[in-house]
């Protein structure tokens, strides 16, 4: 079965300081990957998604991710972070030819930025 | 505006008493799904549903209910709570399953005591 690791589950950082949010799937097999963010006491909404193509992936926001095949991975960077980018983000993955194709979800990471 | 309504935002409920929260999406979705999230573990899918009559158990089904009788409506149903079913859930739709953005309710807190 898929499974997603967010290796970090808190990143501190200071306001215009490059970050990277770390994700890992499991599976070698064909996949979408996704990234989202939820605010406080809102629910999730999309930053960005790897379908096919162009490894280096940019969303809103100024957020990009590279997908790495060979290493599994597909981390989000953000060159310079602003205060309102304190949030959690979630690494997504769903397989392309499962059974289901459903959403399987990273445990989160929560990014804080301080001033 | 194209969303996902969620209600009640809030919920606090005794053990044992049937419960129903709501979920509508306005944006023609085919695919529909329930998650909760607790601390330390992320979204765990609940239930999910490819189509109206057609639902399927998710990762973590055990003690819910779900229905599609329409294709706008997912309601999720917990028919006897119990502490355990303490959490924060979301309801999200897409276009089709896998490939295309998921879009999330505002989510709803739920306490059982």
């Known amino acids: 079965a898929q499974s997603v690791t967010q290796l970090d589950s808190q990143v501190p950082v200071f306001e215009e300081a490059p970050v990277e949010l770390r994700c890992n799937y499991s599976s070698s097999v064909s996949v979408y990957l996704f990234w989202y963010v939820q605010y406080p006491n809102q629910g999730l909404q999309l930053l960005l998604k790897?379908?096919?193509?162009?490894?280096l992936v940019k969303g809103i926001n100024g957020f990009e991710a590279e997908f790495n095949k060979s290493q599994t991975s597909f981390h989000l960077r953000k060159p310079s972070v602003h205060i309102s980018d304190t949030a959690e983000y979630f690494c997504a993955v769903s397989d392309r030819w499962g059974s289901q194709g459903n959403l399987i979800f990273g445990k989160g990471t929560k990014l804080s930025v301080k001033p | 505006e194209a969303q996902v309504t969620q209600n009640p935002r809030y919920l606090i409920t005794v053990t044992g008493k049937k419960l129903t929260v709501t979920c509508s999406q306005n944006m023609n979705h085919e695919y529909m799904s329930w998650y909760r999230q607790d601390p330390g573990l992320g979204l765990r899918q609940i239930y999910y549903s490819m189509n109206v009559e057609v639902t399927d158990k998710g990762d973590v089904p055990e003690g819910y209910k779900v229905s599609r009788k329409e294709k706008r409506n997912f309601p999720l149903i917990l028919e006897s709570p119990s502490p355990n079913q303490t959490s924060l859930y979301f309801c999200?739709?897409?276009?089709?399953?896998?490939?295309?953005?998921?879009?999330f309710g505002q989510g709803t807190r739920l306490t059982v005591v």
């Open positions: 999200a739709s897409s276009l089709e399953q896998g490939a295309t953005e998921a879009f």
């Open positions: 790897y379908l096919s193509g162009s490894t």
